[in-house]
């Protein structure tokens, strides 16, 4: 089998396809008056992700995520159903279940001794008891099952002491209570977003009985180790990895290769050998070959990487993908290994994709929805998720040799969103700057009038190399729900539109892709219904970046908000955990800071006049709050309207919190209402244009 074929229409397949694509119109906004949606409603949302079926294929354990709004965080409990959707049930609080290879227990993850996540194991019997099978200070990642169910391979963090650290203090008086020993930092990469510090220590990997006992660490070395796969044999583990004595030298960033270790002995072989990163290995059901995904070395800020398929002992290594310039996702092999499986997100949405072993790659899916397979029965009976503009995401279930034909299985937000009147989504394309084709999203409100003027908000995804999507957005609605037009793109650096793309804004970054966004906003003026006296702009991370480069380059925007931004990139190297930005730059900066400066939105301060917020983790190190009060002091300085949201307990982002996800939407919609003529329920109604400097 090279790949499943294109099914011809049928009434089976056509009936089924047509309810599917009836799907984004179940929670289509009726012609009857309905309530809007209320930010409240986002504390009531719950999710679905990573239903595995079992390999008999007559149940499926699935993981499901809500919101505990009382101690402000999210949680998430395994639920099992059987295949045709029936009898619903909580099985355990926890995640990412996985079936055992016979079927007759769950892997999952949940809080347990000694601290933070550990494994368990739950039999699926009458009894349904569980047992915890790692106790690490470390918790583990990544957890595999054997072949033969009996033992889990998984990645955990070991530490170990800096090889500078340590120095022999003199005796100190009886009972004096001295200050803790200093951290000493020796790695470029020494402190991680969402994390802290992370300068000692190295991920390894680990296998363990399935019945509990003492876990064997398989690998050594200070080198980190990821992607682990057993063979189909259970003899060895396929991994990633760059073991080499001078991994940790900045010209080897994008170093990677594939490795084997032996169960039985902790014996290594490498795989592959070329520069550049190679990674992901997944062997064939036969154990005969591995696929892998890599590409050469380079030195642009992004390219795609092929899919690579080479013998169980690293020879004959050839690539059949070849002509395929999208993004690869997990891959998966068919059942007669004819093939790959994989979903790829592209042009604006996530379909299903199959990788030939005899080369060549076939979409397999192509509605506008988020489709998104998590597994399949040994008969071929798959089961994922599929999102779309006014479904969060639920269950399906499918046949591999007709994916589109998918049967419903879950609805999780009717009861939240069944009653709701969402605002329309609309997609868009128009053409920018050299002849880039742009596409975009316009989420309207609901009973939307076109002879009216509505304020607008451009919203800037974060990356840059990323992608917005059709799919249901709560943010933007609930905007919409307020009575703004909500415009997001997918401006030049997003992937999903091939390597030339995303590759458009390499060493041009903020600046190059600015174009794409004005664009957007003079195709919704063109419209008639935007107010071009209400124009609004904001992002995170990389929209942050973003926009604060905007206001310091136009003044079209009655107001900004920059979250979670870098200004300036020169003191970002020193202070952010993303020292992988120098490398988006021609030259270092102490050896020419001319392009440094270019892309600096603080060197731009002094035409600032639009008025100007940053909403910011205290937290976050990806990019730092000081890159924010640079920003915010300088416009004090010049006297610009400005303020600085400094958002407790995050780290990168603002919306880790549930309760400050509610207060960005809040700040965002109050600070656009006090400098916008738009009258919504934050108005300040006296129009006093001063305070909040």
Same mark, same amino acid.
């Given at each position: 089998? +090279?790949?499943?074929?294109?099914?011809?229409?049928?009434?089976?397949?056509?009936?089924?396809?047509?309810?599917?694509?009836?799907?984004?119109?179940?929670?289509?906004?009726? &012609?009857?008056?309905?309530?809007?949606?209320?930010?409240?409603?986002?504390?009531?949302?719950?999710?679905?992700?990573?239903?595995?079926?079992?390999?008999?294929?007559?149940?499926?354990?699935?993981?499901?995520?809500?919101?505990?709004?009382?101690?402000?965080?999210?949680?998430?409990?395994?639920?099992?159903?059987?295949?045709?959707?029936?009898?619903?049930?909580?099985?355990?609080?926890?995640?990412?279940?996985?079936?055992?290879?016979?079927?007759?227990?769950?892997?999952?993850?949940?809080?347990?001794?000694?601290?933070?996540?550990?494994?368990?194991?739950?039999?699926?019997?009458?009894?349904?008891?569980?047992?915890?099978?790692?106790?690490?200070?470390?918790?583990?990642?990544?957890?595999?099952?054997?072949?033969?169910?009996?033992?889990?391979?998984?990645?955990?963090?070991?530490?170990?002491?800096?090889?500078?650290?340590?120095?022999?203090?003199?005796?100190?008086?009886?009972?004096?209570?001295?200050?803790?020993?200093?951290?000493?930092?020796?790695?470029?990469?020494?402190?991680?977003?969402?994390?802290?510090?992370?300068?000692?220590?190295?991920?390894?990997?680990?296998?363990?009985?399935?019945?509990?006992?003492?876990?064997?660490?398989?690998?050594?070395?200070?080198?980190?180790?990821?992607?682990?796969?057993?063979?189909?044999?259970?003899?060895?583990?396929?991994? +990633?990895?760059?073991?080499?004595?001078?991994?940790?030298?900045?010209?080897?960033?994008?170093?990677?290769?594939?490795?084997?270790?032996?169960?039985?002995?902790?014996?290594?072989?490498?795989?592959?050998?070329?520069?550049?990163?190679?990674?992901?290995?997944?062997?064939?059901?036969?154990?005969?070959?591995?696929?892998?995904?890599?590409?050469?070395?380079?030195?642009?800020?992004?390219?795609?990487?092929?899919?690579?398929?080479?013998?169980?002992?690293?020879?004959?290594?050839?690539?059949?993908?070849?002509?395929?310039?999208?993004?690869?996702?997990?891959?998966?092999?068919?059942?007669?290994?004819?093939?790959?499986?994989?979903?790829?997100?592209?042009?604006?949405?996530?379909?299903?994709?199959? &990788?030939?072993?005899?080369?060549?790659?076939?979409?397999?899916?192509?509605?506008?929805?988020?489709?998104?397979?998590?597994?399949?029965?040994?008969?071929?009976?798959?089961?994922?998720?599929?999102?779309?503009?006014?479904?969060?995401?639920?269950?399906?279930?499918?046949?591999?040799?007709?994916?589109?034909?998918?049967?419903?299985?879950?609805?999780?937000?009717?009861?939240?969103?069944?009653?709701?009147?969402?605002?329309?989504?609309?997609?868009?394309?128009?053409?920018?700057?050299?002849?880039?084709?742009?596409?975009?999203?316009?989420?309207?409100?609901?009973?939307?009038?076109?002879?009216?003027?509505?304020?607008?908000?451009?919203?800037?995804?974060?990356?840059?190399?990323?992608?917005?999507?059709?799919?249901?957005?709560?943010?933007?609605?609930?905007?919409?729900?307020?009575?703004?037009?909500?415009?997001?793109?997918?401006?030049?650096?997003?992937?999903?539109?091939?390597?030339?793309?995303? #590759?458009?804004?390499?060493?041009?970054?903020?600046?190059?892709?600015?174009?794409?966004?004005?664009?957007?906003?003079?195709?919704?003026?063109?419209?008639?219904?935007?107010?071009?006296?209400?124009?609004?702009?904001?992002?995170?991370?990389?929209?942050?970046?973003?926009?604060?480069?905007?206001?310091?380059? +136009?003044?079209?925007?009655?107001?900004?908000?920059?979250?979670?931004?870098?200004? #300036?990139?020169?003191?970002?190297?020193?202070?952010?955990?993303?020292?992988?930005?120098?490398?988006?730059?021609?030259?270092?900066?102490?050896?020419?800071?001319?392009?440094?400066?270019?892309?600096?939105?603080?060197?731009?301060?002094?035409?600032?006049?639009?008025?100007?917020?940053?909403?910011?983790?205290?937290?976050?190190?990806?990019?730092?709050?000081?890159?924010?009060?640079?920003?915010?002091?300088?416009?004090?300085?010049?006297?610009?309207?400005?303020?600085?949201?400094?958002?407790?307990?995050?780290?990168?982002?603002?919306?880790?919190?549930?309760?400050?996800?509610?207060?960005?939407?809040?700040?965002?919609?109050?600070?656009?209402?006090?400098?916008?003529?738009?009258?919504?329920?934050? +108005?300040?109604?006296?129009?006093?244009?001063?305070?909040?400097?």
């Amino acid at each position: 089998m +090279t790949h499943p074929p294109t099914p011809p229409p049928h009434p089976t397949t056509t009936l089924v396809a047509l309810a599917a694509l009836a799907v984004a119109a179940t929670l289509a906004p009726p &012609a009857t008056a309905q309530p809007r949606l209320a930010l409240e409603r986002y504390l009531e949302i719950e999710s679905v992700s990573n239903p595995q079926i079992s390999p008999d294929g007559s149940r499926i354990v699935y993981t499901r995520g809500r919101i505990d709004d009382v101690n402000d965080r999210r949680e998430s409990s395994l639920w099992m159903m059987n295949a045709d959707g029936s009898r619903k049930r909580h099985l355990v609080d926890g995640g990412g279940g996985a079936w055992s290879p016979d079927g007759t227990r769950i892997l999952y993850t949940a809080p347990g001794d000694p601290r933070g996540s550990q494994l368990f194991v739950r039999w699926m019997d009458a009894e349904g008891l569980s047992t915890q099978i790692t106790r690490l200070e470390n918790g583990p990642s990544n957890p595999r099952w054997s072949p033969d169910g009996e033992w889990i391979a998984f990645t955990s963090r070991v530490d170990d002491r800096a090889d500078f650290a340590g120095v022999s203090l003199p005796d100190r008086p009886a009972g004096a209570q001295w200050e803790r020993e200093p951290k000493v930092v020796e790695r470029a990469a020494y402190k991680r977003d969402g994390t802290g510090y992370v300068d000692t220590g190295w991920t390894h990997i680990f296998v363990v009985p399935a019945a509990g006992g003492t876990p064997r660490q398989l690998t050594g070395g200070d080198w980190n180790h990821s992607g682990v796969q057993w063979s189909p044999d259970g003899s060895e583990i396929y991994f +990633t990895s760059f073991r080499d004595a001078d991994a940790h030298r900045p010209e080897h960033w994008q170093e990677s290769e594939i490795y084997a270790v032996s169960v039985a002995d902790g014996e290594i072989r490498q795989l592959t050998g070329r520069r550049g990163p190679d990674g992901n290995p997944v062997p064939s059901p036969d154990g005969s070959l591995i696929a892998y995904t890599g590409i050469d070395a380079h030195d642009d800020t992004y390219r795609n990487v092929r899919i690579h398929v080479m013998n169980r002992d690293g020879s004959s290594s050839r690539v059949i993908s070849e002509g395929y310039d999208r993004q690869v996702g997990p891959m998966t092999w068919a059942p007669d290994g004819g093939g790959l499986y994989f979903n790829v997100s592209r042009d604006g949405y996530r379909q299903l994709h199959f &990788a030939s072993l005899q080369g060549g790659v076939s979409m397999l899916t192509s509605n506008d929805w988020l489709f998104a397979m998590s597994s399949f029965s040994d008969d071929g009976v798959a089961v994922g998720t599929i999102s779309s503009a006014h479904e969060p995401g639920d269950i399906y279930r499918f046949n591999l040799t007709h994916p589109e034909a998918v049967t419903r299985l879950t609805e999780v937000n009717a009861d939240v969103l069944g009653d709701v009147q969402l605002g329309e989504v609309e997609e868009i394309r128009y053409e920018s700057t050299d002849d880039f084709q742009i596409q975009g999203w316009i989420v309207k409100p609901p009973d939307f009038d076109p002879s009216r003027k509505y304020p607008l908000m451009l919203a800037i995804h974060g990356g840059p190399h990323a992608m917005y999507n059709g799919g249901f957005n709560f943010a933007f609605q609930e905007h919409a729900a307020n009575d703004y037009v909500v415009l997001y793109t997918n401006p030049r650096g997003s992937t999903g539109y091939g390597t030339e793309f995303a #590759n458009a804004i390499n060493h041009d970054y903020p600046g190059a892709d600015v174009p794409d966004l004005m664009k957007g906003v003079d195709e919704m003026l063109a419209r008639g219904y935007v107010d071009e006296n209400n124009l609004f702009v904001y992002g995170c991370s990389g929209g942050g970046i973003l926009t604060s480069y905007i206001v310091g380059n +136009t003044d079209r925007f009655r107001a900004a908000s920059a979250n979670c931004p870098i200004v #300036n990139w020169i003191s970002a190297m020193g202070t952010s955990d993303a020292i992988s930005y120098m490398r988006t730059f021609e030259k270092p900066f102490w050896e020419d800071p001319a392009e440094w400066i270019d892309r600096s939105s603080i060197f731009y301060v002094g035409n600032v006049t639009t008025p100007t917020m940053f909403l910011t983790g205290e937290m976050d190190i990806r990019t730092p709050m000081p890159q924010t009060e640079e920003m915010y002091q300088a416009l004090q300085y010049l006297g610009v309207p400005t303020v600085m949201i400094r958002f407790q307990g995050e780290w990168h982002g603002t919306s880790r919190r549930p309760s400050n996800f509610l207060r960005t939407q809040l700040y965002l919609r109050k600070w656009f209402e006090k400098w916008g003529t738009h009258r919504g329920p934050m +108005t300040d109604q006296d129009g006093d244009r001063g305070g909040l400097r």
